[in-house]
């Protein structure tokens, strides 16, 4: 099984009641089974009101297409209580098997400890955006010491580092201690090395595939993996067989 854990959707002018389908051609072409889904509907600073919309939005494609479409429930953890509502509705109480925090808010700040002990209690990973920008991060946006710092207070929580913090080379270095921490290879450039290091540093059962599609492109991003010199276990593990544990499949 090959599962994309990093993917985002929005509704479409053209198909408003099937948000997620128009994804789903390109994935057949390059045998993705699964795609792990969020919308973020209202910039760096959502309200509760677009939170609602965003997750709103992947559920319509969750219930369109069950088999193929994993949501993931986006959050702005600025709105605490809000967001913990959110999750029982949409994960306690819906069919979301993940949480997706992008640029609200830096991780390791203490309004992620309830988060990620209800995570941890509903047993679905937290998937974290990171990135360390040669010209600066948005005011708000996580590196991945921040998602380090959280982490290591909450060892029962399962995290996936997304985009492995843009720079690799610093943002896979930052994690190695915390063993709940899965380096994402969604986004960036697909450039050589960076999944042999992801492993070497982490281990393949540390290691998950995503797109970040739409943004990105499934076939340059897949190339990360099937184009590294790993073993054919390795790759099987990253492209699915990590996810399928993760989301208890």
């Known amino acids: 099984m090959i599962i994309d854990a990093h993917v985002h959707i929005h509704p479409r002018r053209d198909d408003p009641d099937d948000p997620g389908g128009y994804l789903l051609p390109f994935a057949d072409r390059m045998g993705i089974d699964k795609l792990c889904v969020s919308t ?3 910039g760096e600073q959502p309200s ?6 965003s997750n709103d939005t992947v559920w319509q494609a969750v219930e369109r297409h069950p088999d193929r479409i994993i949501g993931f429930c986006y959050l702005n ?12 509705r949409c994960i306690a109480n819906g069919p979301f098997r993940g949480v997706k925090l992008w640029v609200a808010m830096h991780s390791d700040q203490p309004n992620l400890d309830p988060l990620a002990d209800r995570a941890a209690e509903l047993d679905v990973p937290i998937l974290q955006h990171t990135w360390i920008k040669v010209t600066g991060n948005l005011p708000h946006e996580p590196e991945p010491r921040h998602l380090a710092a959280l982490a290591s207070r909450h060892p029962q929580t399962s995290f996936i580092m997304g985009h492995s913090g843009g720079n690799w080379e610093r943002g896979l270095k930052e994690v ?10 969604a986004g960036g450039d697909p450039e050589i090395g960076q999944t042999e290091m992801a492993v070497r540093l982490l281990g393949a059962q540390r290691v998950v595939w995503g797109s970040d599609a739409a943004g990105r492109s499934f076939a340059s991003q897949m190339a990360k993996v099937t184009g590294a010199d790993l073993t054919d276990e390795q790759k099987a593990a990253i492209l699915g067989g990590n996810m399928e544990r993760l989301l208890r499949l």
């Open 40 to 42: 973020l509907i209202g």
């Open 48 to 53: 509760p009101e677009e939170i609602r919309q």
């Open 77 to 88: 953890p600025c709105y605490l209580y809000d967001s913990l509502d959110e999750m029982d």
């Open 176 to 185: 190695i201690e915390q063993e709940n921490v899965h380096a994402g290879l």
